[in-house]
């Protein structure tokens, strides 16, 4: 049997090095710490999002190999000039990171259609928009990681959580189609789901709701504590880099043991 070489790291030991690489929803939270993390590791990375004034303090924060760009990623239109625009610059997309979402949590009785196709159309029909968008460029080459951001909402749920929960199943489902549809050419899709995490918009509900209830929420979790952004950024650029190459249609849980307590 031959016995591969192994996987290095880049020149510089960096696990993107030389990559080209878009990350939806990086002008804050997991995603502006995954785009740092890409930097670091040695990518040219690209913000697509709709905060403007936080996407260009991110990109500005991050420096060099970082750009922004304010992208709708529920607009077909916008995603493919946007992605139009990345490989004219860069000449390929090699890795993308489907972070882009929104909190939803609505009565199923009472929510409307509309608001049921907004909340859909921006936490699962943004992710196949990009990777329709990206993927002819990955396939061209031979080769493309995408990592969907999940939630552990995609298996493990909660009274309130609909449709939020109902949106990053969905995902899951996308990130296993695409992964057997594309491997043969090369290219790998995977999940990772957080669970609890500090971003901006978790830190002002952890603000109002107090700290007896935040230590009640740290107590369920093994590592009693719950993630920061730093702490979900590492693993989404190993599955995405090649050291996971023979990792495809796969969900890495990264939320501090909370999902193996049964209750």
């Given amino acids: 049997m031959d016995v591969a070489e192994p996987i290095g790291a880049g020149p510089s030991g960096r696990l993107w090095e030389g990559k080209t690489a878009i990350v939806t929803g990086g002008a804050q939270g997991i995603g502006a710490a995954i785009a740092a993390q890409g930097v670091a590791d040695g990518a040219r990375v690209w913000i697509f999002d709709v905060a403007d004034e936080a996407g260009e303090a991110t990109a500005a924060r991050i420096g060099d190999g970082c750009r922004y760009l304010h ?40 929510m409307s259609v509309e608001r049921w196709d907004s909340i859909m159309r921006l936490n699962l029909t943004s992710a196949w928009l990009v990777s329709r968008a990206v993927l002819p460029s990955m ?92 702490d979900i950024a590492p693993t989404v650029s190993f599955i995405a880099s090649d050291h996971a190459s023979f990792v495809t249609g796969a969900t890495w849980e990264v939320d501090g043991g909370l999902g193996a307590r049964f209750a």
């Fill in 139 to 230: 396939l061209a080459a031979g080769t493309g990681s995408i990592v969907n951001i999940g939630s552990l909402h995609a298996r493990l749920t909660e009274e309130g959580a609909f449709p939020y929960a109902a949106g990053k199943a969905g995902l899951g489902g996308l990130t296993r189609s695409l992964a057997l549809d594309y491997g043969a050419r090369g290219v790998r899709v995977n999940m990772v789901c957080p669970g609890w995490t500090r971003s901006e918009r978790v830190q002002q509900l952890f603000d109002r709701i107090g700290p007896e209830a935040v230590e009640r929420i740290e107590s369920t979790h093994a590592l009693r504590r719950v993630a920061t952004p730093a």
């Fill in 71 to 110: 992208v709708d990623v529920t607009d077909e239109s916008a995603v493919g000039d946007a992605v139009a625009d990345v490989v004219a610059a860069d000449g390929g997309i090699q890795i993308l990171i489907n972070n882009a979402c929104g909190d939803a949590n609505e009565d199923a009785v009472s």
